[in-house]
């Protein structure tokens, strides 16, 4: 899997653009399976950088999704709530937040694509 | 504390290696190391397998599953009391869904018992109770002529589940299956083995049949592949747990540990047409006549989720005034459905069908509704 060089990525395996939209990986999206509901906030929220923001569920397993900066959610991915499946369909494309970066700085601080991949495959190889 | 640490070790089915080379998602289950599911390159997932076994065939290995045989001249009176079903009822050939009970009316385990010859028994029991059952039954049967063996390594079962699991299955045995009624079993020659053991039992609340095979790798492979290759014209898929989970759900087919354990007994179960109260005496008999005689505290329901939520194993109940009233045993989206269910248990005046309770999810009372269960019933043959 090619990761997409123009975001950063979390250990936690979301990634996040410069002008602050978020998603899972797809790296993230194959562990978790079949996903049926997406649960994010609303407009307006504050959400901060390493603290929950919302939940995915697969049909097997319930995971915190980690807010990868912080800021104030400016739009959400509405159609996730009746078709989360385009989250296993292209986890890279189907975007969840977008939210007005408080601080760029927390966002060069991340994971980049190379380096991501790097802790992906090293957490895979144990 | 002791000096010496033991690591559990992690047991393999002998499938184990075609598991990892089909690139199964595996997990730890009960101590095994088992598929959950497999890739969504090969047209697998939760979802796709769950649709396979219900629409064509899915093949799950289930070889973590133990087996304890009981043979002897009392075999019989041997199972009848450690059993609740009424064995005596069973010809050779035919199986019952049993369990084993405790004194007090609550379970060992629950288990299918077959029937295989006149004076012999095949107990089918879980893989994470394997040794407590086994130890369970040795030593309460011991005043009775009749020999006990664990033979839970001896095998490697596979399970072939769906509605087009008879066909699979027939390309494969000179078996004639159309003749093998549900929940009865037959020997014939299988991929060249001879003797098979062949019973049209499963977990999926589906059409199907479970294969008892010998244990070594080569033939459990072999014989997998030629499964999966004769199943290929009706689309069959391998299927992991993840699956297996949803499709008994669906079907309210209990788990041990979730819906029954040691401290649930029979009638909050809800399994009372498995228990024969008529039948001679057996372990757990007397708790049970005087349970009944007793109000139930808390009854086994099939909850539909009305708002926006799924229900997971563990999550609380909640009356509409937010108090704490039972349990959700097991819970998850039901993918033929199309619906999130679970199973709970409530006191009995929170149990009738159209009555709403909330799930605590998240720290919130989401709304479900007490709906028939099984939620599933597979379409009668036409």
């Not at chain 1, 950063?8 to 979301?14: C, L, R, V």
């Not at chain 2, 088992?34 to 390159?41: K, N, Q, R």
């Not at chain 2, 035919?94 to 288990?111: E, H, K, N, R």
């Not at chain 2, 009624?181 to 049949?209: H, I, P, Q, S």
Request: proline content about 5%; some cysteine.
């Amino acid at each position: 899997m090619r990761y997409p060089t123009d975001r950063k990525y979390t250990k936690e395996h979301e990634w996040i653009t410069t002008d602050g939209t978020i998603g899972i990986t797809n790296h993230a999206q194959d562990s978790l399976g079949d996903i049926v509901f997406v649960e994010l906030p609303k407009v307006g929220t504050e959400i901060n950088a390493g603290k929950t923001f919302g939940t995915v569920e697969s049909v097997k397993a319930v995971s915190d999704l980690y807010a990868p900066a912080s800021g104030t959610v400016t739009a959400v991915n509405e159609s996730l709530a009746t078709a989360p499946e385009q989250v296993n369909k292209d986890a890279h494309a189907a975007w969840m937040l977008k939210i007005k970066v408080k601080d760029p700085a927390e966002i060069n601080a991340l994971l980049s694509a190379a380096d991501y991949e790097k802790f992906v495959s090293e957490e895979a190889g144990h | 504390m002791s000096a010496v640490e033991t690591t559990p070790v992690v047991r393999k089915t002998a499938l184990n290696a075609v598991h990892r080379q089909m690139d199964a998602k595996m997990v730890d289950f009960n101590g095994w190391d088992m598929p959950v599911e497999y890739p969504a390159a090969i047209g697998c997932g939760i979802v796709a397998e769950h649709m396979a076994v219900r629409t064509g065939v899915g093949i799950f290995d289930v070889s973590h599953m133990g087996d304890i045989r009981l043979a002897g001249p009392e075999a019989l009176a041997a199972v009848q009391h450690i059993s609740m079903n009424d064995a005596s009822r069973l010809a050779i050939g035919q199986a019952q869904y049993s369990a084993l009970l405790y004194p007090q009316g609550t379970f060992v385990d629950d288990v299918i018992v077959h029937r295989l010859g006149e004076d012999e028994y095949l107990l089918v029991i879980n893989a994470g109770t394997r040794e407590k059952d086994f130890g369970w039954v040795r030593d309460n049967t011991r005043r009775f002529d009749c020999k006990v063996e664990h033979l839970s390594d001896d095998f490697t079962q596979i399970a072939i589940q769906g509605p087009r699991a008879v066909d699979v299955l027939q390309k494969l045995t000179d078996a004639d299956l159309s003749a093998v009624k549900f929940y009865w079993v037959t020997r014939g020659t299988l991929c060249g083995l001879k003797n098979t053991l062949m019973g049209r039992t499963g977990y999926t609340a589906e059409d199907g049949f479970e294969i008892y095979i010998p244990p070594d790798e080569e033939t459990s492979a072999r014989v997998w592949y030629a499964i999966l290759d004769a199943g290929k014209e009706f689309g069959a898929v391998p299927c992991g747990l993840g699956a297996r989970n949803t499709l008994r759900l669906e079907g309210k087919l209990p788990l041990y540990g979730h819906e029954i354990s040691d401290t649930i007994n029979v009638w909050e179960a809800g399994l009372d047409r498995f228990c024969k109260m008529e039948k001679p005496d057996f372990i757990g008999r007397s708790a049970l006549e005087k349970a009944k005689a007793e109000a139930l505290k808390k009854t086994l329901v099939g909850l539909e989720m009305v708002e926006r939520g799924i229900a997971r194993d563990g999550y609380k109940i909640l009356d509409e005034g937010g108090r704490e009233i039972g349990y959700v045993t097991s819970g998850s989206p039901a993918p033929f459905l199309k619906k999130n269910i679970a199973l709970a248990y409530v006191p009995p005046e929170h149990a009738a069908i159209g009555t709403t309770v909330k799930i605590e999810i998240r720290g919130q009372g989401v709304r479900a509704q007490v709906v028939p269960a099984p939620f599933y019933k597979r379409p009668k043959k036409v």
